[in-house]
């Protein structure tokens, strides 16, 4: 028996390895040779950090009634706040963003396009699948309601869908900046990301200072464009060739240094994500520690350019770098959904290690690592049906275009009123 089942095993794993080697091979050979696959990687790692950062930093408890509540380890668990050093790679995703972009805008310009033009293409690239998910969560909420899943479920669970889809606004916001950090990127290279930082400084020390009793509570909404905006610069200036490898290592060894007195002299949040009861935050809006993290991020995304395109010179490496990239939208606004969509049908069978119990043990951690793999297949299959929503909507009419947006409308209102 033993054998016949190694058999069994070996015969159907031999057609599903032959199917990847010949994706890999179909990839490799449509890849074009100018293709920078190191940026391409950097955007897949910085992706891909998103999904597993909120699968890890954050968790449920499980009221009396079967409710689901927001939690996270980082209220009990210190520790993991360097965990978000390494999760919380915006940096980076800004920094390519730049880069991209000014390559993009060049080739779209060259080929006779308008800047308006370019523009708009981009936007509409983000707002399609946002319009998608908000869409769908608008016909979700009534009919999970009706199969009596709590309302608190269906506000945590509206929660969880907006909390990336504020950073798709951001980055929406810095690329309609595209042509200005452009031609500010050629006039005066890195120097252009200094102003940048120098803001950000100045509205941290006006909020935590010895005056910040006297400033207003919205000041610190200030640091919204220029925090965001600090590595998207860095990036147009990578792409206009002003950031070079001299300008990295500034960029990596002092945005350490910054960073390490920022924690260590004055007592900056450790996380860089919010930590439940805790009065101040790094990342909403952003502080300066944030900056001093992409700074790091930033230079050491540079000065590794060459390795990282030399080791993604390998197909097996390479084909899922660029299936990432293909569905990165889609990851972006669809991965609380997967997550979701193993917890909610789970807690109405009671509390489940790792899922439904509180984070505040590493028991905890070891069960929501094992987790890990239902909620990436989970987010595969959600993926393989919504990522439709990513490329223009042909097949649709005026009626469903005016249904989808309507839909959206009302689940962000939805979603302003409970978060």
């Not at 079967?66 to 980076?92: E, K, R």
């Not at 290592?249 to 450790?270: R, S, T």
């Not at 917890?343 to 009671?350: E, I, Q, S």
Request: glycine share 12%.
């Amino acid at each position: 028996m033993p054998a016949e089942s190694g058999a069994r095993s070996a015969s159907l794993a031999g057609p599903l390895v032959r199917r990847f080697r010949s994706a890999v091979r179909t990839v490799e050979e449509r890849t074009p040779p100018h293709r920078d696959r190191a940026v391409d990687g950097l955007r897949a790692l910085a992706l891909l950090a998103v999904p597993l950062g909120h699968w890890l930093l954050g968790g449920f408890t499980r009221g009396p009634d079967g409710a689901l509540h927001n939690a996270s380890p980082l209220a009990t668990l210190g520790f993991f706040a360097p965990l978000s050093w390494m999760l919380q790679l915006l940096g980076i995703f800004f920094l390519v963003g730049g880069y991209s972009s000014v390559l993009s805008l060049r080739r779209a310009t060259a080929r006779g396009g308008t800047t308006g033009r370019w523009l708009r293409g981009r936007l509409l690239r983000l707002g399609r699948p946002v319009l998608g998910v908000t869409a769908v969560w608008a016909a979700l909420l009534p009919v999970l309601s009706l199969l009596g899943v709590p309302d608190t479920t269906l506000r945590t669970g509206a929660v969880l869908v907006v909390q990336p889809l504020w950073f798709v606004a951001v980055y929406a916001g810095v690329t309609a900046l595209t042509p200005y950090c452009v031609r500010a990127a050629q006039r005066w290279g890195g120097w252009t990301a200094v102003p940048l930082l120098a803001t950000v400084a100045m509205v941290d020390f006006l909020r935590y200072g010895p005056y910040a009793q006297q400033v207003p509570s919205w000041l610190g909404l200030v640091n919204l464009l220029p925090g965001w905006l600090f590595g998207y610069q860095l990036g147009a200036c990578w792409g206009v060739g002003k950031l070079r490898r001299r300008g990295a290592a500034v960029l990596l060894f002092g945005g350490a240094v910054l960073f390490a007195v920022l924690l260590a002299v004055f007592g900056y949040p450790a996380s860089m994500v919010g930590v439940p009861g805790e009065a101040r935050t790094n990342s909403h809006p952003p502080s300066l520690l944030v900056l001093a993290l992409a700074s790091v991020q930033c230079g050491a995304a540079v000065l590794l350019h060459e390795r990282i395109g030399r080791l993604l010179r390998r197909p097996g490496l390479w084909a899922p770098v660029v299936a990432v990239n293909l569905s990165a939208m889609t990851i972006l606004c669809w991965h609380q959904t997967a997550m979701l969509a193993a917890a909610v049908p789970t807690a109405r069978l009671g509390t489940v290690a790792g899922l439904t119990t509180p984070p505040d043990s590493l028991g905890w951690l070891v069960a929501r690592l094992a987790w890990l793999p239902v909620f990436v297949v989970a987010l595969v299959a959600v993926g393989s049906v919504t990522r439709r929503f990513e490329p223009p909507w042909r097949g649709a009419g005026r009626g469903a275009r005016a249904a989808a947006g309507a839909l959206a409308a009302a689940f962000a209102l939805y979603a302003f009123a409970v978060v």
